[in-house]
């Protein structure tokens, strides 16, 4: 049936992530890695490959192995330096209020640069 067909298709799109980047921004191999999470090395290397889907409970799993929240691995490279969680994660609580009042200033103002 085209329907199936084409449900299959669309549930084997590739789902971009940070998987990779964060087990090595945590020092961890794939095999380490894996032996944490509950699932084999070869498990591991068909996700970071795109030649497996992950799925919410690997998702859950990876995240509490490598100290992060699941959305973090979809969305946030831990290797870009610039990017602005980079940035965040290494400013102090007082540092921190400060970008918020700016990002609060910069909203307000409607500056578009």
């Not at 946030?76 to 965040?88: F, K, L, T």
Request: glycine share 8%.
């Amino acid at each position: 049936m085209l329907v199936d067909r084409l449900c299959h298709f669309v549930g084997m799109a590739k789902q971009p992530h940070y998987i990779k980047e964060w087990r090595h921004f945590r020092g961890y191999t794939q095999e380490q890695f894996a032996e944490r999470v509950g699932v084999t090395k070869s498990y591991v290397s068909k996700i970071e490959g795109g030649k497996r889907r992950y799925d919410q409970p690997f998702l859950e799993a990876a995240a509490e192995v490598l100290r992060c929240q699941p959305a973090d691995l979809i969305v946030r490279n831990p290797a870009d330096p610039d990017g602005i969680w980079s940035i965040w994660d290494d400013l102090r609580p007082a540092e921190r209020n400060q970008v918020v009042e700016i990002a609060k200033t910069i909203r307000r103002t409607g500056t578009d640069g």
